[in-house]
């Protein structure tokens, strides 16, 4: 069973970075893992996803603020996005992609407000 959570601050400051982590349960080697998230009244918007070979790849309209790093060790891995601004509020989702099917996280709030 794989499962994965995220974790967090749910108050981000606006200029600030925010920086979440999902921790990953389960899965096999072969796997692409991904951020994405939902702001109020909106759809799921696909922010990056980082392979198994350690390749990343972002949603251009977020690239230049977005980055996406993993500990393998502790089967972790993180979005950061800098410069945040209230339109970035939104519920952050990690997802593991596998052979077979995807997993997602439960979602965890965040808020930009000063």
């Known amino acids: 069973q794989v499962q994965l959570q995220e974790s967090g601050p749910g108050l981000v400051k606006p200029s600030q970075t925010l920086s979440l982590t999902c921790t990953v349960t389960?899965?096999?080697?072969?796997?692409?893992w991904s951020w994405i998230r939902q702001a109020p009244g909106k759809g799921l918007e696909w922010m990056g996803v980082?392979?198994?070979?350690?390749?990343?790849y972002y949603s251009p309209s977020l690239e230049s603020r977005t980055s996406i790093s993993r500990d393998t060790s502790k089967r972790q891995f993180s979005l950061h996005l800098s410069s945040v601004t209230p339109e970035d509020t939104a519920v952050y989702y990690c997802?593991?992609?596998?052979?077979?099917?995807?997993?997602w996280g439960q979602g965890t709030q965040v808020t930009v407000s000063s």
């Open positions: 997802r593991g992609s596998y052979p077979m099917y995807d997993y």
């Open positions: 980082i392979i198994d070979d350690g390749r990343t």
């Open positions: 389960g899965g096999s080697s072969k796997y692409a």
